[in-house]
């Protein structure tokens, strides 16, 4: 882990099949409470999950969270004036 300032860290996140929150805030760039409040509401929340009736242990899988980062994140060039 690189340190980058008082208050947060980066870190290298591995490909794997499942993510916990603080690895899909990591790779998608924002803090775990954004991934939070996303999984919370919205017409198209992400994609987090957890096994019924628990409170702890969630996880995100990464075949849903790139189809929602597809549908949620704009292409750069579409912002753009003209």
């Not at 996140?13 to 803090?31: F, N, R």
């Amino acid at each position: 882990m690189t340190e980058t300032n008082a208050t947060e860290t980066k870190h290298q996140v591995p490909i794997q099949d499942i993510y916990s929150p603080h690895e899909a805030a990591a790779l998608l760039g924002m803090k775990v409470n954004r991934i939070w409040d996303l999984a919370r509401g919205g017409d198209d929340p992400f994609p987090l999950r957890r096994l019924s009736g628990m409170k702890r242990g969630s996880i995100v899988f990464r075949d849903e969270m790139l189809e929602w980062a597809r549908r949620n994140f704009g292409l750069v060039s579409d912002g753009r004036k003209r």
